[in-house]
């Protein structure tokens, strides 16, 4: 399994306890959606390298998490995405090194990316 879906499937089974969070839906994929029709939580990858501090055998993969909502209604979207970046900045810490979250649009809707950054080990 890919590391971007190794993630995706860790916080689609975490966020279903944290009330915050459980109303996104979460996917890897590499691809943008079409049309937004719920609230998401998209995991792509950016990059993949070995960093000199990695231990051997392993890898540095970094990832984008893009949590879109499914209002077009800027100032509602707003308000959802505020609910779920801040849960979400709470849960990541404990988890996945991360950086700040910065707000941007896609298309007509607004979207919450967060860049991730994981440690893996290469699959034998």
């Known amino acids: 399994m890919s590391v971007r879906k190794e993630v995706a ?13 459980a109303g996104l ?3 890897a994929t590499e691809n943008l959606p079409d049309a937004i029709h719920e ?3 998209l995991i792509r ?3 993949m390298g070995r960093a000199p501090q990695s231990p051997q055998g392993a890898w540095t993969v970094k990832l984008t998490l893009s949590i879109f909502s499914a209002h077009e209604d800027l100032d509602r979207a707003a ?8 849960a979400a900045l709470e849960y990541l810490p404990k988890n996945f090194l991360h950086e700040d979250a910065e707000l941007a649009k896609y298309e007509n809707r607004l979207v ?4 991730l950054t994981i440690t893996a080990k290469k699959e034998a």
Not at 79 to 86: A, C, Q, S, T
Not at 112 to 115: G, R, V
């Open 112 to 115: 919450y990316l967060i860049p």
């Open 25 to 27: 839906r979460v996917k």
């Open 45 to 47: 990858q950016t990059s």
């Open 9 to 21: 499937a860790k916080l689609a089974a975490d966020w279903k306890t944290i009330p915050a969070l």
């Open 79 to 86: 308000e959802d995405l505020d609910g779920y970046v801040e």
């Open 39 to 41: 609230d998401l939580a």
